[in-house]
Nanobody
Framework: QVQLVESGGGLVQAGGSLRLSCAASGRIFSSYAMGWFRQAPGKEREFVAAVSRSGSNTYYADSVKGRFTISRDFAKNTVYLQMNSLKPEDTAVYYC??????????????WGQGTQVTVSS
């Protein structure tokens, strides 16, 4: 039943780093592009980063470009989001996603439960 499970969130100081992990089922991981979205209090969910099914192509929101890195580990069916130089405005619940047209959304996307990232000043 559980197909995407996020982990790695927590509390860090500004300038620090975190690595988020998203463990996926083999079926989902092998079939779809993977990505990360986030939602801060009072705001809409926004795109953060995505990686193609092959792992060859990556996409980033302008707000995180140069600071975050998304990658796939095919042996572990896991996608990672390495987050460096964190800022307070990065504070949000981060959601892992899988879908056929990420970074665009579709009705066929899968979502994790989310993991909280809090960056203190």
């Amino acid at each position: 039943q559980v197909q995407l499970v996020e982990s790695g969130g927590g509390l860090v100081q500004a300038g620090g780093s975190l690595r988020l992990s998203c463990a996926a089922s083999g079926r989902i991981f092998s079939s779809y592009a993977m990505g990360w979205f986030r939602q801060a209090p009072g705001k809409e969910r926004e795109f953060v980063a995505a990686v193609s099914r092959s792992g060859s192509n990556t996409y980033y929101a302008d707000s995180v470009k140069g600071r975050f890195t998304i990658s796939r580990d095919f042996a572990k069916n896991t996608v990672y989001l390495q987050m460096n130089s964190l800022k307070p405005e990065d504070t949000a619940v981060y959601y892992c996603a899988a879908g056929p047209v990420l970074p665009s959304l579709s009705n066929n996307d899968y979502w994790g439960q989310g993991t909280q990232v809090t960056v203190s000043s």
